[in-house]
């Protein structure tokens, strides 16, 4: 049976959210992002923000992955791990190409991947997984020398797996348009296809 979006919906994330910080809280900031991840998670119809103007709202797209904007500890990160443990506890099936998987992912740091293919690893596998997490997209070191030649890893990513039926989860402390000027249009116009948020307020480290 799928599970629906209710009243409870939130104060279970909560108690998820709780588990990681003490007393995670829902305020103006966050709770219109939760309310629409975790419909997005449940398949049902919801609201992101409009990239080219983020005032604005539009209906979400179910077959696209999402992209957080936001500046340092407003609790980006964090978002997706509580999301990520909330959709163990409500198992679903999404189709993805010819294949029905279940939305759980892995979380990678954007420096974490640069590192890995600085030491030699094949980054392959990356993008073909059906979802995944990259965190804080655009504050890695690039580009990186191989073989003689510079390559931005995460820029190719972002390109290859934006080309690909996946889902890819992005927090980043860049809107689109300052990922426009890192990484380029091409990759600028594949994450704007993204259901796009943007996550502000205080910074909650320091609470």
Not at 73 to 81: A, E, M, N, P, R
Not at 178 to 188: F, L, P, Q, T
């Amino acid at each position: 049976m799928t599970d629906k979006y209710t009243a409870n919906s939130l104060s279970e994330f909560k108690t998820v959210g709780d588990d990681f910080v003490t007393d995670y809280i829902f305020d103006s900031d966050n709770r219109f992002i939760v309310e629409n991840l975790i419909k997005w998670l449940f398949n049902e119809e919801f609201v992101a923000l409009d990239p080219d103007n983020p005032k604005k709202k539009k209906i979400g797209k179910m077959d696209k992955g999402v992209y957080i904007a936001g500046p340092c500890g407003t609790g980006k990160s964090l978002l997706l791990k509580i999301l990520k443990e909330f959709s163990k506890r409500h198992p679903q099936k999404w189709k993805i190409g010819e294949k029905e998987v279940r939305p759980y992912w892995q979380t990678f740091h954007a420096a974490e991947l640069v590192n890995k293919f600085r030491n030699g690893a094949d980054l392959g596998y990356i993008n073909t997984m059906p979802i995944i997490g990259i965190d804080d997209v655009g504050a890695e070191p690039r580009p990186t020398q191989y073989m003689g030649n510079k390559v931005d890893v995460i820029k190719e990513i972002l390109e290859i797996r934006g080309d690909k039926d996946v889902y890819t989860l992005i927090t980043s402390n860049c809107d689109l348009d300052e990922i426009d000027e890192i990484y380029g249009d091409r990759v600028a116009s594949r994450l704007k296809a993204l259901n796009y948020y943007e996550l502000n307020g205080d910074d909650k480290r320091c609470q």
